[in-house]
């Protein structure tokens, strides 16, 4: 595992040689060793296809490359950061929730529509996430970052997951979304901001989950 947890919002990464990680800007704390931070033009592992569907989707989230031999320590903005380890599977998340993750990971770009048809296009609009979200698939891990902490739930199959739109992070793994109407839901539990909506996971994989309705 590249990340060791420092405390729940500082994560220490080591830079081999040879090996790429990607960051965001203004996430490295500090580092040791010799170890060099340059601008991402390409994508990620995603090459420029990538980096269009991001720029298309306004997630233009700028990121570092990090390379050299050393450690390098990540947080930003105070947020509490939850690392994940991905097993040959996919990760769905938000660009800006992106802290750093392994150069190994194919990177690209999902249109929310595709998963739920019409309500996934609401449920962009509903969270305020917009209508993309960004892929990472393989094997390494990938740092996120929440407010106020992060619980993961496990998805099987026959037994799906409702989650409040505003506090979901980032799922992965065999599992299809869709945005429900629970009629009288938000008033009763839940923090939505005004839509009576949940997110309904099922299939099979996790998701992850913040104690709090705020966005970064």
Do not use: C
């Not at 990971?105 to 917009?130: A, I, K, P, Y």
């Not at 990472?136 to 037994?159: D, F, S, Y």
């Not at 008033?187 to 309705?213: I, T, W």
């Amino acid at each position: 595992m590249p990340f060791r947890e420092i405390n729940s919002k500082m994560v220490e990464a080591t830079v081999l040689p040879g090996q790429k990680m990607y960051s965001q800007r203004g996430a490295m704390l500090a580092y040791r060793g010799e170890v060099s931070f340059t601008p991402n033009i390409q994508g990620g592992q995603g090459g420029v296809m990538s980096m269009i569907g991001r720029r298309v989707a306004n997630e233009a989230t700028p990121l570092m490359t990090v390379e050299g031999s050393g450690t390098v320590m990540f947080g930003h903005g105070g947020h509490h950061i939850q690392v994940i380890n991905l097993a040959g599977d996919t990760l769905y998340v938000e660009a800006d929730r992106l802290l750093a993750f392994d150069g190994t990971l194919q990177q690209g770009t999902m249109f929310m529509g595709s998963q739920g048809g019409v309500m996934g296009m609401v449920r962009g609009q509903v969270t305020g996430q917009g209508l993309f979200t960004t892929t990472l698939k393989g094997h390494g891990a990938v740092a996120v970052m929440a407010h106020g902490g992060v619980i993961e739930l496990p998805i099987t199959p026959g037994r799906e997951v409702h989650v409040d739109p505003q506090a979901y992070v980032a799922h992965h793994g065999d599992v299809r979304n869709k945005l429900s109407t629970a009629l009288g839901w938000r008033d009763m539990v839940g923090r939505g901001s005004g839509e009576a909506f949940q997110l309904e996971l099922s299939g099979s994989g996790a998701v992850y989950v913040q104690a709090s309705e705020e966005k970064l």
